[in-house]
């Protein structure tokens, strides 16, 4: 009996024992969980970008034009933004609505008979050369359709269908489109002799032409901003510009350039010493920086603001439109890797950022061309032993906890 009690008391230690071990076993596994998923962290690619060092200023947009007469129920023929030249009938009157439609009409069976016409004359029998420019026509297609760049859709659709026809014609598929364009002219002509006696308007001089509702609301005098000092430009600014007249078909912009006027304090003068080129934007308007040069910087010390004036020689429709406008001004414009600033650490004294190598993280030295307030432009030719290691495609961890050089992640 007592032998027997020995071994139960044995038996129930061994059990303390196990669930003891079994207790620390848990409590290491839980600890390693809580510290690695505590441990998240969080990558970037490096990747190429361009950054500019930029202002933001107030002004107005004005170039030379003159008015194209005219009123009533218009049907224009050239596209806001269009070059024209003197004689070029820009829009005709409309006595009913009718004619509105039939001009539509006549436009579709021109695009629809141009299509056709090309259709029948490839430049190529290569099955393989035919089949490869389908595919790329749908992928453009597609392409503007996904990025919704819908003013570029009408013409994707005529590549496609360009590339898709001549294929059918090359493979026997259709034995051509003659009796469809003979039929599509001959309702062409009917509908063109119809419009053709139609009263029209004339361009007056060579230009670029834009309608009433696609020109500025507001009329500038260009010499008068010319002549402007700084305080008067500033008065100009404050007080806005007159409305611009409604009772008219439209204009044309007489020149190949258009200038930005605006007023800035001494500091941001200062910036542009020495500058003859920048870039100019509208955001929301002209979103692509067009090319321009720095034409008039007039300080006036005595009231603390400067004359600024860029000009440029690229003109649009959406340039056309353009009145008073916010723009942006990039100054110097920089192109390299960039790094979010979450990601920089200084390592005995130098700047740097830990990159995943695998299940490792390392420390690599960066060199800087351009920061702003949330990210590093570094140069794109890093290599590791100097000064700027980063290279394209890194992974550069952006957020992580108890980073070290050679640590396991």
Known sequence: MRQDGRRGSAARALRWIGLALLAVVFLYVVAQCFVIFRQSYKTETAIRYTMSDSVTLDGVVAYDAVPVEGTGNLGYLVQDGERVSSGTVLAEYYTDDSQGLLRER???????????????????????????????ALYNLLDKLDSAEYSGIADAEDDFLLAQNRLQVNTGQTDGFSQTLQTLQAEYDEIYAQLSSLQTITASTNGYFSSTAAAPLIQTDPEALDQASPLELQQMLKDGFPDAETDRAGQIATGFSWRFYTVCDLETAERFDGITSVKISIPGKQNTPLAATVAECTVSEEDG??????????????????????????????EGIRIDKQALHIVDGERGVYVKYGNLQRFLRI?????????ILIPDDGAIGTDNEVRLYDEIIVQGTNLQNGRLL
């Open 305 to 334: 603001i400067a004359k600024l004036v860029f000009e440029c020689q690229s003109i649009n429709a959406e340039i056309l439109s353009l009145g008073q406008e916010t723009a942006q001004i990039d100054i110097q414009t920089y």
């Open 367 to 375: 060199t800087t061309l351009y920061e702003d307030e949330n990210y």
């Open 106 to 136: 006549l436009d579709r069976l021109q695009r629809t008979i141009d299509l056709l016409s090309k259709s029948q004359n490839s430049d190529s029998s290569d099955l393989s050369v035919l089949t490869n420019q389908t595919r790329q």
